[in-house]
């Protein structure tokens, strides 16, 4: 099993930027991947980004594209997500998932996180 604890959300003013943390703990070797996912109020989970943990290459949501970067530190087992620009549509609360593959669909990924609010206000 492995455990998944973000951690980084809150309440940002529209243009602000926010850094979510998601750190990993357990059977670690048997994830390849690990991405971040969205989900609004009434609206369905949606990917937002998403890397290899042995290689820098990593995928964005359009909406995420030149204000969202993904990244990590494998000797801390952690992903983060720096966001910028923040916008009101960005508003929902935010999961890390890790599976196999940096794939964009919720069902590529095994672990999910407990997820973390962010609020951005107009």
């Known amino acids: 099993q492995v455990q998944l604890v973000e951690s980084g959300g809150g309440l940002v003013q529209t243009g602000g930027s926010l850094r979510l943390s998601c750190a990993a703990s357990?059977?670690?070797?048997?994830?390849?991947?690990m991405g971040w996912f969205r989900q609004a109020p009434g609206k369905e989970r949606e990917f937002v980004a998403a890397?290899?943990?042995?290689?820098?290459?990593?995928y964005y949501a359009d909406s995420a594209k030149g204000r969202f970067t993904i990244s990590r530190d494998n000797a801390k087992n952690t992903v983060y997500l720096q966001m910028n620009s923040l916008k009101p549509e960005d508003t929902a609360v935010y999961y890390c998932?890790?599976?196999?593959?940096?794939?964009?669909?919720?069902?590529?990924?095994?672990?999910w996180g407990q997820g973390t609010q962010v609020t951005v206000s107009s």
């Open positions: 998932a890790a599976g196999l593959s940096p794939l964009m669909t919720t069902s590529a990924y095994d672990y």
């Open positions: 357990g059977r670690t070797r048997s994830i390849y991947a």
């Open positions: 890397t290899y943990l042995s290689a820098t290459i990593t």
